[in-house]
């Protein structure tokens, strides 16, 4: 068990050390074509809720590595600066923060279901059934 | 203890409705902290609710407090909140009060209507004032912060979210009407209790790195305590109809106004606000403003506050019959709360979730104020400037 432990450790460890890009995506049914660096942080940072004509559904990703790499490319801000920000619409009910998938495989499901919604990836975990909408580098 | 098991008793149920229901989330905030005065003659408080502060010894009062929110969403269009906070109060206790609870329809993307208890749209924090981890700060400043002890009203609002050019706008017209109670400054911390019919609309404006806010408040107001009813009694029995008519706060037509600024790039902070209180009675017509700036180095924000709060109205009378002039003079003095403080600060991102900081304050009664903000015993005579040491915890969860 703690062997087995180990390995998924160290398997997380290694994963976090390969994220060389990471990309935005939208589901391959959006109408939305591309997004700005701007966009995508005023839409991470609760600034904007909207996303091709309709209500944007945000998720993250549970991984810290990846979600840190991402806010700060995009934005510009740490995790605890973001836990902040969120806060402040949260309890102000003005946004509810970003759902949260608990692996890249539910993060695409979830997408690719729903056509408001947006994620982030590593660029290697990108299938047809999402549509990279702005890489991060 | 019975005020405790209800909070955890709360917490419970709360929590087995978050691990049933995707719908369903709760959130909570909460704030450790301990302040020190330099002086026992005088007492801080972050809030004119507060019936007594902190003097010269360490006091968790001011600014602890612990606050659970819980959501649930019926649709994509309808949703209810409510947020129950405890903290020291008016009452003197901590005893939890509900201080949000509405429903929450979206008529579109850009349009939503709320219905129940409302938070008041004051400042620019006002929405976040009592989550002390999403501010820089210890607390906001109370120069600007303490001029209303409301801090939300039972009505209706609208969000309208629009776009300017690019400038991301939200536009907030309110209605309703509110129940408070405040403690003067005096010693004592001698209670007043009031209503409200409120109005106004606030303006959020975001652009970039920048946010604009400006909002106007309006209100028919009364306010009622035992020492000023017995004053404007015993004025009318003396035949000064008029200057008792002054003092009685009877549905009078007050107002709050104010403009606000803030930017955030990331790694520089900077915040500003400038407030006009216009009151009525014992209650001065207030100008109040700060200027905060901060700097990220990594997981530590140091930054400095200046911060003033100036009474226009006269702070005395001229018209009072000999007998009563001392009282009534001496209760508009007390109503003088001009101060202007400095302060210096530390926050500290020290792990997940959890901002530990640090704020020195040194405060200054101005402008003929015997003690500024600090509850004082005036007949002592004039306070000196004094220090104000505040460390605290703030976690959200």
Redesign the interface.
């Given at each position: 068990m703690k062997f087995t432990a180990k390995i998924l450790l160290a398997a997380i460890a290694c994963t976090s050390l390969a994220y060389a890009d990471v990309v935005v995506i939208v589901s391959s049914k959006s109408s939305v074509a591309a997004l700005s660096k701007e966009q995508v942080a005023d839409l991470y940072l609760g600034k904007s809720q909207e996303l091709g004509g309709g209500s944007a559904v945000l998720f993250d990703l549970s991984d810290d590595s990846i979600k840190n790499v991402f806010y700060d490319k995009a934005t510009g801000r740490s995790l605890s600066q973001i836990k902040a920000t969120w806060s402040k619409l949260l309890f102000n009910g003005k946004g509810l923060p970003p759902k949260e998938a608990a692996n890249p495989a539910e993060l695409k499901k979830a997408i690719a279901a729903n056509p408001n919604a947006v994620g982030y990836l590593d660029s290697s975990a990108v299938d047809a059934s999402v549509k990279v909408v702005l890489k991060l580098d | 203890m019975h005020k405790i098991s209800l909070v955890i008793g709360c917490g419970v149920v709360l929590s087995c409705g978050a691990a049933q229901a995707d719908d369903f989330?709760v959130?909570g905030?909460a704030t450790l902290s301990a302040s020190r005065l330099s002086t026992d003659n005088a007492a801080f408080r972050s809030d004119s609710r507060q019936p007594n502060g902190a003097g010269n010894s360490w006091d968790a009062a001011p600014d602890s407090k612990v606050?659970v929110?819980g959501?649930y969403r019926f649709s994509d269009k309808l949703s209810a909140?409510v947020?129950g906070i405890a903290q020291h109060n008016v009452n003197n206790t901590t005893s939890p009060r509900i201080e949000?609870a509405?429903l929450?329809y979206h008529l579109s993307?850009?349009l939503e209507i709320?219905a129940g208890r409302l938070?008041l749209p004051a400042f620019l924090a006002?929405?976040?004032l009592?989550?002390n981890?999403?501010m820089t700060a210890v607390r906001g400043p109370v120069e600007v912060y303490s001029q209303l002890p409301i801090s939300h009203f039972d009505g209706v609002d609208a969000?309208w979210?629009t776009?300017a050019g690019n400038v991301?706008l939200?536009v907030q017209p309110m209605l309703g009407h509110a129940d408070f109670k405040a403690a003067f400054s005096d010693a004592a911390g001698t209670i007043a209790s009031g209503k409200a019919d409120v109005y106004g609309v606030n303006v959020v404006g975001?652009v970039?790195n920048w946010t604009l806010r400006a909002g106007y408040i309006g209100a028919k107001v009364s306010i009622e305590s035992e020492p000023t009813d017995q004053l404007i009694a015993g004025l009318q029995g003396m035949g000064a109809g008029d200057v008792a008519n002054r003092l009685a706060y009877n549905k009078e037509r007050s107002s709050f106004s104010g403009i606000g600024i803030a930017y955030d790039?990331?790694?520089l902070i900077g915040q500003s606000e400038y407030t006009m209180r216009r009151a009525h009675s014992f209650l001065a017509d207030t100008n109040a403003w700060y200027v905060l700036g901060g700097y990220?180095l990594g997981?530590f924000t140091p930054y400095a506050i200046a911060a003033q709060q100036k009474a226009i109205s006269p702070t005395s009378w001229s018209d009072v019959p000999a007998p009563m002039s001392s009282f009534v003079n001496g209760l508009l003095a007390a109503g003088n709360t001009s101060q202007r403080s400095l302060s210096l600060g530390m926050r500290w991102?020290f792990m997940?979730?959890v901002?530990a900081k640090a704020q020195y304050s040194r405060i200054t009664p101005d402008h003929g104020s015997s003690a500024g903000l600090l509850m004082y015993d005036a007949s002592k005579g004039p306070l000196n400037a004094q220090n104000l040491l505040t460390f605290s915890l703030d976690t959200?969860f």
């Open positions: - | 989330t959130s905030f606050g929110q959501s909140t947020t949000w509405y929450d993307p850009s709320r938070g006002s929405d976040y009592n989550v981890y999403t969000l979210r776009k991301n939200t975001e970039g790039n990331g790694t990220r997981k991102d997940k979730n901002a959200v």
